[in-house]
């Protein structure tokens, strides 16, 4: 089952045009995974599908409905969660007050909190926290967390691993692949490795337009297809 179909989508921002003509579908469960060089346009991608920026043409379809001229708000009531390559985490409030801050009602659902404990411990020990003392790694677990702290249906990851210790990436990837269970993934990412592990599905954006998606298993056997698209080689 598809659960978000892009198509056609153009964006620009100020005289600049980013997203020629991206489609792409992403189907209900597990990680699907965007690549491409920097530059290529796949945070624009992420911020015109939460309504940041207006895609014009083109058209951002969520569970069969068009979402494309929702505000951000009404995209985040539907269920979908955006984690910024900035994190987008409130620095001098506590780790707790951040969770609530991104919850609707104000508080915590126990059994989802004792998730996110057990997906980052390092949440539970430093719960009254100041944002701001927390390592690069823990920063990033609490933006994953806010995502998570109620339901969603998909969650929109950019760039997660960026400067992390690789003992941090990879327990980052053991919770995504946890979250993948019950939560559909859109995961930007330039560290192949970590989205090869990750990815069932993949496409690859360059200058503003798809230029190949497909399984990500047939992706991570074919080196000559990476070494063009991605420079990994380089």
Known sequence: MTLLSIRNMKTDIG???????ISFDVPEGGVFVL???NGA?????????MGLWKPSPGSVLFKGEDITSHHTADIARKGIAYVPENMGIFGTLTVDENLILATTSGRFDPARLARIHALFPALEQFRDKQAWSLSGGQKQMLSVARAIIEPRALILIDEPTKGLAPSIVDAM??????????????LVEQNFTFARSLGRDMAV???????HSGSMEDFAADTALQDRLLSLSA
């Open 205 to 211: 954006i360059d200058d503003g337009r798809v230029a």
């Open 35 to 37: 690549l491409g060089r």
């Open 15 to 21: 005289q600049y045009a980013v997203l020629h003509d």
């Open 173 to 186: 990837a053991g919770a995504f692949r946890e979250i993948a269970q019950t939560t559909t993934i859109l």
């Open 41 to 49: 346009g796949k945070t624009t991608t992420l911020r015109s599908i």
